[in-house]
């Protein structure tokens, strides 16, 4: 089996799949071989076929009824066929295959009773060795390859590589049971023992970018900041059907991404949309949340009317459904460079990535039983009545949509909510101005408060 193993590095080397297999006659070395379908444009050149070939050879003689093989991965269906027809006396395998395996895994070809040859077999020698190869050959490709799925789209890197004040790489998740395979784009820049860790949501139609202007003040500061792209925005897969879009399926998604990363110490930060999911995660483990730094959000429970700013931002969405997304930004914010405004744009080069940016307007619950109005007031009583950390409001008073009178209503209903930063200059994205925000937080959330 270590000659096999020997043969399986081979393969490897050749950028094989690496399986190795050897034949002895009468105890005697005769032949080796190992997977050469790549080289070989063969799809039956399996490690066990391409020993068997070369045994045959060897004795002049299609029959190797003295013969046993030695394989490090347990044979499939095909190598099972063939190697009951070479009248082998024995197989001996090391790993099993759990997905394609013909010796007991997945069928036993070995232990059909109708056929006229019955070739012995036995499994696990070295197993774990032999699994170790296909483990470290697998595992570079895993890490760099994540299969995209047929109902999303991904966004390649190199639209992102001219994106100004955004030197950060990125880190991807896809294994999360809410992704179900889907890849999910995240920031997550300081020392992983941080004091405090600032999370940032963004909210619709923006991305990660958005707080390009607070990360630096946070981490410079010595604390970590995680920052997400929700799925449909930013560098995370796109779902091309609107429908796939649901609040419990980017809200779960959320409460998976926090216990993935096992966050503590946490101030929250959020905006937007950012808030609508963000604002009902703390309730389901208070004792990893520190802060809040809400900014022009709203807790939309479904009891009370939606803004008229609002109401005629959704209608206006309705409308211009192919608006675009960095004059939007733009508009509201005379100070932010033309290429920074057009980095808003990276993520929806045409219509089939844009399906969250259709859905979210008409996603926010309006209605008492509408999907996440319950949850929310479910929030609503946990910020009243149990939240236990400090809180920090910063308004756009600028913003039609979810401006000053959206955001007094919220602080009233957050326990002790203690300090309120108006920005007359500001309007919805209150990020871009973000740089005396987190200059703020830093010594609101400072443990003690600084003056």
């Known amino acids: 089996m270590r000659l096999a193993l020997e043969q399986a590095d081979l393969a490897a080397q050749a950028g094989e799949v690496p399986v190795g297999a050897v034949v002895t006659y009468q105890g005697r070395l005769i032949a080796s071989g190992h997977n050469r379908c790549i080289a070989d444009s063969d799809p039956t050149a399996h490690a066990e076929v391409v020993a068997l070939r070369a045994a045959a050879l060897a004795l002049g003689n299609y029959r ?4 046993i093989l030695y394989v490090t991965l347990e044979p499939c269906a095909m190598c099972s066929g063939a190697l009951i027809n070479a009248r082998l006396q024995k197989v001996v395998f090391g790993a099993s295959d759990a997905r394609a395996g013909a010796a007991g895994s997945v069928l036993d ?5 109708a056929l006229n040859h019955h070739t012995r077999v036995q499994g696990g020698l070295l197993a774990q060795e032999c699994a170790k190869a296909l483990r470290d050959f697998f595992k570079p490709k895993r890490a760099n390859m994540s299969p995209l799925r047929e109902d999303a789209l991904r966004i390649p890197e190199e639209r992102f590589a001219h994106v100004p004040n955004y030197p950060w790489p990125p880190q991807y998740l896809s294994d999360l049971p809410s992704l179900n395979g889907l ?3 995240y920031l997550d820049e ?7 860790t600032y999370l940032c949501l963004h909210g619709n139609p923006a991305w990660s970018y958005l707080y390009r202007k607070m990360i630096p003040v946070f981490t410079g500061a010595g604390h970590r900041v995680v920052a997400p792209d929700l799925i449909g925005f930013g560098k995370s897969d796109k779902l091309k059907k609107d429908s796939a879009h649901q609040f419990e399926f980017h809200r ?3 409460l998976e991404f926090v216990e993935r990363l096992d966050l503590k110490n946490v101030v929250l930060v959020v905006q937007d949309w950012g808030g609508i999911f963000g604002l009902t995660l703390p309730m389901e483990a208070p004792q990893r949340y520190r802060g809040l730094l809400a900014m022009n959000t709203l807790l939309a429970c479904g009891d009370a009317p939606l803004s008229p700013g609002f109401l005629a931002w959704r209608a206006w969405c309705a409308k211009n459904v192919e608006f675009d997304v960095g004059k939007l930004f733009a508009r509201g914010n005379s100070h932010v460079t033309e290429p920074e405004w057009q980095a808003y744009n990276a993520p929806f080069p045409d219509a089939g990535h844009r399906a969250a940016l259709r859905v979210f307007p008409n996603m926010v619950p309006e209605f008492s039983d509408s999907p996440g109005a319950a949850i929310a007031r479910q ?3 946990f910020w009243k009545n149990d939240w236990a950390g400090r809180s920090f409001l910063a308004i756009g008073q600028q913003d039609p949509v979810l401006g000053e009178p959206v955001m007094r209503a919220l602080q009233s209903q957050i326990r002790g909510c203690e300090k309120v930063m108006l920005l007359p200059e500001a309007g919805h994205f209150v990020q871009e101005h973000g740089q005396a925000i987190a200059q703020a937080a830093i010594a609101f959330f400072s443990d003690p408060p600084l003056a």
């Open 64 to 67: 190797l009824d003295d013969c």
């Open 109 to 113: 070809v070995f232990a059909m009773a």
């Open 183 to 185: 890849r999910m784009h």
């Open 190 to 196: 300081g020392p992983r023992d941080a004091g405090l």
């Open 252 to 254: 779960h998604l959320l």
């Open 379 to 381: 929030a609503r009583d």
